[in-house]
């Protein structure tokens, strides 16, 4: 991962220097570019339903063409949701454990939902929004 940042300093640099200017600016230059380019992809692919062949977007930007290996790197690629996988191993996992084990964390869920109905922290106290303490606080003071 380093060395290809390393390669990127080097043809900001040399790039800047090939153009007499800074770095910062080819970076702006870039970006600008890149976004651009999305903001055009963005246009073609928005496609209405019912929309005829004659009203489909083309773009007029001359560098597009030219660009669309930018619009590329920001597609994502053809993978699979990760949750669908840990929601299959969590029920597998549960397939595992004992009755006892299953009693525990029902009962372990059950204290959490009703902590989480009564504002209580973890150790069981009443927990209070800032503006409680404050109204709780000048309270106080009065009594003095």
């Given at each position: 991962?380093?060395g290809k ?84 191993k969590s ?54």
């Amino acid at each position: 991962m380093e060395g290809k940042r390393i390669e990127k300093q080097k043809a900001f640099k040399c790039i800047a220097e090939k153009f007499d200017t800074t770095e910062a600016e080819v970076q702006r230059k870039l970006h600008n570019l890149r976004t651009q380019a999305n903001q055009e992809w963005n246009k073609i692919k928005k496609r209405k339903s019912g929309q005829g062949t004659d009203e489909i977007y083309s773009s007029s930007w001359e560098y597009f063409e030219s660009l669309k290996f930018l619009v590329d790197q920001n597609m994502t690629s053809g993978s699979e949701d990760n949750l669908v996988e840990l929601r299959k191993k969590s029920l597998s996992l549960s397939d595992d454990l004992s009755k006892e084990d299953r009693e525990r964390i029902n009962i372990l869920r059950q204290y959490q939902k009703t902590a989480r109905e009564k504002d209580l922290d973890v150790d069981g106290r009443k927990s209070y929004s800032i503006d409680e303490l404050e109204e709780r606080s000048g309270s106080e003071e009065e009594n003095y």
